[in-house]
């Protein structure tokens, strides 16, 4: 059996309280279990996530997305630039920065009154974005709400014209969207197609009969928003979908949206999807929404969503049609003998070589080396590819790499 898939993930707390060596002990079989390779985490502007739990999450092959989330007024680029060099080093490659800034509470109230809105959040992005690009990261622009007090892809769509405008096509062409796919409690089909579909909805007027992006999936309607603006569809990655609920599925909402995040019939363009919500502490507000109560009090959709995975075959790679099953990416130059012995003897299903052409015909790729060895573009052009893509840096991440799949594969 294959690797799983690169898109499962979870939204892991709705605070940023819980990264403690024991948290990341309690936390970290409980993901390899459900074959989690992402996971959202939430952090303040001015304190880091700790550097162990997220180097933790890596080693073991899932991947962090780091969310600051504040309103527009409350965070700046030179507040984060330490944290964001400090996130690089540790081997993070996407922070989300600021939340839902379509929304009047994300905003001073004499702020959000005054012409220009768009162009003055622009203002604010862009050293951020430039900024997480000159530390190896994938740009990523933040969530919007699904419709919202300004209309989420006019929102979209006037962002990315004025970047356009200013000569910033360069840093379009990596940037990523964080996005929600929630449910909003309509059927998951709802707004298929995008506006192509559904083309007499209109911002705030979605007449009797048609659809529009509120609901799981909104990113159709990103999709055509950044190919009518760019000519290209811009990766995407889910922070929090799902229905409002895991408390029941009595309408199997959850195991149809596992099914499409497994199974490949979400769009390429949607790198990763996280469901809402791993866990969170009882009293909070979004308690329902979680998977977990504790980690050893599981909702019984995990029960679930475990079996699902395990009888349907949906742990493992999704069906692109790739000639290769598996490939290692070594960096070019000499190889030592004891680096081949390694690789040989824990990764036994790969084939094992230099090129990037090759690579780009595998489901999975492992590229062994740092940033400096094979560069983030190369990561970033096999992601866009449709390959599920690990990075390995040291003998440490090899062996852990290697156990993941063991642990996972049930060999």
Known sequence: MSAPISRLGFHYFPDDSHYTEKDLEEWLPTLLRLSANWLVLHAAPNRLIPEPFLRGLIEAGIRPVVWIKGRVDEVASDQISPALANYGEWGVREVVVFDRPNLRSMWP??????????????????????????????????????GGDYWDTAFLETALKSMLRRGHRSLLDDLHLAIFARTFGKPLEWGYGGPEEWASSRPYNTPDGSQDQIGFRTFDWYAATTEAVMGKTLPMIVVAGGPPSTVEDGNGEIASILRAVQ???????????????????????????????????????????????????????RSTGKALDHFVLLPDGPVSEDTWATVKTLIKDGVIGFSTKEALQADRVTILGDEAAIPPSVERRLLEAGCDVTRVKGPGQIIAAAWKATYRDGK
Do not use: C
Not at 124 to 142: D, E, S, W, Y
């Open 263 to 317: 199974s490949g019939q979400l769009p390429q363009s949607v790198l990763g999807f996280n469901f809402y919500l791993l866990s969170a502490s009882p009293g909070s507000p979004d308690f329902e929404s979680a998977w977990f109560a504790s980690p050893s009090e599981p909702r019984p959709i995990v029960g679930s969503a475990k079996r699902l995975l395990d009888a349907g075959g949906l742990s493992g790679s």
């Open 109 to 146: 109230s004499d702020e959000w009154a005054r012409p220009g809105l768009v162009e003055r959040f622009v203002d604010r992005m862009l050293p951020i974005l430039q900024l997480q690009r000159a530390t190896g990261m994938h740009p990523v622009f933040p969530p919007l709400e699904p």
